[in-house]
């Protein structure tokens, strides 16, 4: 964190995102890119919502399209949001990791600083798997002309949500097995669930504009 100092990560611009990124700094790391990769995903849906809406063509589509459009800004600016609360969980598990293995509240420690550290990754899932569900509801009722987008977004958003799993499976590997299990079995449900569906999308999307089957 001491590169980026008070500044919220998301506050820079991608440029300084990216280099930070690939610097020595602890942060942002891999759950902040899937994060960030998540809300892009979710932000091409609102575009293609955004340049649907008016649409005589689709007009019969018109208070469907304005609440993906709200729910997907809505998962965007949470994603965002969860760029920072991963990076802020960071410094207490390096903390933890950096104690002494014979100091006797290291595993204690640890163990607080590893379940800290799963909850945004997990928190990520969730609103990833919900921009998945607008988008492959966006495939049938956008504009035909943003197919590619909503394809886009699909593959973005199961990029991220399989990146923000192993930022929960790399936490839980220092709980306790019982701790673990609860939330493996979250993520886990997660990504049976909603991997699926967005690459159905992004399949979908590509035999159209191949103009396959």
Not at 112 to 140: H, K, Y
Not at 170 to 195: D, F, H, I, Q, W
């Amino acid at each position: 964190m001491e590169k980026s100092g008070k500044k919220k990560l998301v506050e820079y611009s991608c440029a300084d995102f990216a280099a930070l990124l690939s610097s020595k700094a602890p942060v942002p790391g891999g759950g902040g890119a899937a994060a960030l990769t998540g809300a892009l995903g979710a932000a091409l849906c609102a575009m293609a919502g955004s340049l649907t809406l008016g649409k005589p063509k689709y007009a019969a589509f018109e208070g469907d399209l304005r609440r993906m459009l709200e729910d997907a800004e809505g998962i965007r600016r949470r994603l965002l949001e969860l760029v920072d609360e991963d990076a802020a969980a960071f410094a207490p598990l390096a903390e933890a990791y950096s104690l002494p293995k014979d100091d006797p509240e290291r595993a204690k420690v640890l163990e607080r600083a590893s379940l800290c550290a799963c909850e945004a990754p997990l928190a990520m899932m969730r609103q990833i798997g919900r921009a998945i569900e607008l988008l492959s509801e966006m495939l049938e009722k956008g504009s035909a002309l943003l197919l590619s987008d909503v394809g886009c977004g699909a593959l973005l958003c199961k990029a991220a949500l399989e990146s923000a799993s192993l930022n929960v499976f790399v936490n839980t590997a220092s709980l306790p097995k019982e701790m673990a299990r609860p939330l493996e079995e979250e993520a886990e449900g997660l990504l049976e669930t909603y991997a699926p569906i967005a690459r159905r999308v992004a399949e979908e999307v590509f035999r159209r504009v191949r103009k396959e089957g």
